[in-house]
């Protein structure tokens, strides 16, 4: 296989290689969010520490 351009961009590398669109960008696992129960049990806890 030959190398890829340094400056082919994201979508051009996709098409060029058979890929879906997204493929190469789109993160395999969601990332982690923080709940708001979270956010609200930590804003307490700092707020009685002080």
Sequence with gaps: MRKTRSDCRVGTFEKKNGLSPGTVKKPKTPSP?????????????FLSNI
């Design 33 to 45: 969010s923080i709940k708001p129960e979270m956010i609200n049990s930590l804003i307490e806890e």
